[in-house]
């Protein structure tokens, strides 16, 4: 009699050999179909399965082929241990731990799992999914209406973590509409391609908008290895978004930069992939005219994050914002008819002191 926790929570190195012991292709997975080792399930000993996953010496009787062993014991030891388990938060006290138990107490350190993830359960438009009251949605419609990327897109902004994650119908919908805007600026933006400016990044606008793409798709970088896909959303899309759509803005009256326009397009589409992925290869192969496939690209080599300029850019934003709206009051009171704005290019005499002395 086998306990069903124990029994369950091992299965995974099973996988790891199965391949070699069962025809999974035109076969059931019983065992009743050896597979092209034409190992039977009598011929896997006590002795053969501690040799492949327990290090145990070669079992002295055995019928299966020396180099068929030696296959499974290196598909083991090269597989296990695993890398990450990820499960439901309502396991935690039951399965999972078992789960951690049974591998401590039958492995040896070096294949005990390396780590573990859980997560919340899926809500739809913040109610709890039934049948019964008709809150639901099939993954065929959810396709249908969203398309696969829309949906993907949706479901990364759901949520992190052990809380109960909340697909929206909005959400979903104005994926849609914000990869379709996407998808228009990178075709504009090619046909426009020769009219714009080259040469070395020497504006403050074009400085600025590097120093944030290197920025938001470091931050995007960080929130994957943390697996967290919301937050990594938030800053390979919302934000690098933003410090797009800023940009152009900014450099409306000289004109975009052609290289700094293509990076962000090559970072935007790589970083998003792992969420969009048809829409990133379309854009990828297709409009950017990589011969690789967007699957065998590697993350971008991006450049170093400057903190000063993050900050000199956050004090220009914060005081345009305060001119902007200093502005529109003094039109609503009728009191102000133009302003002026003078600009530095030093510090004066007592500050350049008194800076000097803080140095020291």
Known sequence: MIESLSDSTIYMAFYTVCHILQNSIDGPFDGSMPGEANVLPADMSEAVWDYIMLDAPYPAETTIQKEVLQK???????WYPVDLRVSGKDLIQNHLTFFLYNHVAIFPEKHWPRSMRTNGHVLLNNEKISKSTGNFKTLKQAIEEYSADGMRFALALSGDGNEDANFEHDVANAAILKLTNELAFVEKSLAEADTMRTGPLELFVDRVFDNEINRYVTACESCYERMQYREAMIEG????QNARDKYRSMAEPVGLHK?????????????ISPFTPHYSEHIWSNLLGNSNGIMNARWPSMGAVDPLLIRINTYFDKTLSDLRSKVEKSRSNKTVSGMTIYVAEEFLDWQQVRFSQKSA
């Open 259 to 271: 290289d700094l326009v293509r990076n962000f397009m090559d970072c935007q589409t790589l970083i």
């Open 72 to 78: 499974m014991k290196r598909e083991f030891d090269y």
């Open 237 to 240: 899309w919302d934000k690098l």
